[in-house]
Nanobody, 120 residues
């Protein structure tokens, strides 16, 4: 099994920047992809960005050109660099990993979630 630990979010003014990280730990796993989701108050959880172990990326239209997802495969860590933050980016951000368990079973793991608040 895999556990994901996210860095602390924070309070940022509009136009500011914040960097999130998420590290996977465990044994007998290999990462297929890692991504970030977010859920605003009273809203559905939505995909923000995803990156595969091979480096392919996808972004939600609302964050494209402002956010950058990256990874360090050797450390099983994914990052989300958030620039030009807007109040509508305020949400709880969740890290997700899709991985192979002992090379056989495809599983998902979720981080604990971290709150990012952007003030106007």
């Amino acid at each position: 099994q895999v556990q994901l630990v996210e860095s602390v979010g924070g309070l940022v003014q509009a136009g500011g920047s914040l960097r999130l990280s998420c590290s996977a730990s465990g044994s007998g796993f290999s990462i297929n992809a890692m991504g970030w989701y977010r859920q605003g108050s009273g809203k559905q959880r939505e995909l923000v960005a995803i990156i595969t172990s091979g480096g392919s990326t996808n972004y939600a239209d609302s964050v494209k050109c402002r956010f950058t997802i990256s990874r360090d495969n050797a450390k099983n860590t994914v990052y989300l660099q958030m620039n030009s933050l807007k109040p509508e980016d305020t949400a709880v951000y969740y890290c997700k990993a899709n991985y192979l368990h002992f090379g056989i079973i495809n599983l998902d793991a979720w981080g604990q979630g971290t709150l990012v608040t952007v003030s106007s």
